[in-house]
């Protein structure tokens, strides 16, 4: 079991930059998945960025690449550095883990992953 701890949250003005953090219970293992998610009132949940801990690879939804970086600082602590921030970035941001099974480019094609954390929000207003 894995617990996860997001923090970073907060409010910007258009343009401004936020970084998330997520900070999980045990060191993350080398095989799993780790991903940012975040979920809008009234919007489903979707997947924002990805990262393979075995690997390094990394992946973002079309709407935020070049403006977030998502990356691992150490064994245990998740980064999501969000540049430029717009207003339509307005949602609660998850962390979530998946012991990637199938995977690394099918654990980006679903929100049914492993273990999640309980968000923190971000609004950026115009």
């Known amino acids: 079991q894995v617990q996860l701890v997001e923090s970073g949250g907060g409010s910007v003005q258009a343009g401004g930059s936020l970084r998330l953090s997520c900070v999980a219970s045990?060191?993350?293992?080398?095989?799993?998945?780790m991903a940012w998610f975040r979920q809008a009132p009234g919007k489903e949940r979707e997947g924002v960025s990805f990262?393979?801990?075995?690997?390094?690879?990394t992946a973002y939804a079309d709407s935020v690449k070049g403006r977030f970086t998502i990356s691992q600082h150490n064994a245990n602590t998740l980064y999501l550095q969000m540049d430029n921030l717009k207003p339509e970035d307005t949602a609660m941001y998850y962390c979530a883990a998946d012991r990637c099974l199938n995977g690394f480019r099918a654990a980006q094609g679903t929100a049914a992953w492993d273990f999640w954390g309980q968000g923190t929000q971000v609004t950026a207003s115009s």
């Open positions: 990262i393979s801990i075995l690997t390094g690879a």
């Open positions: 045990s060191s993350i293992n080398s095989r799993y998945c």
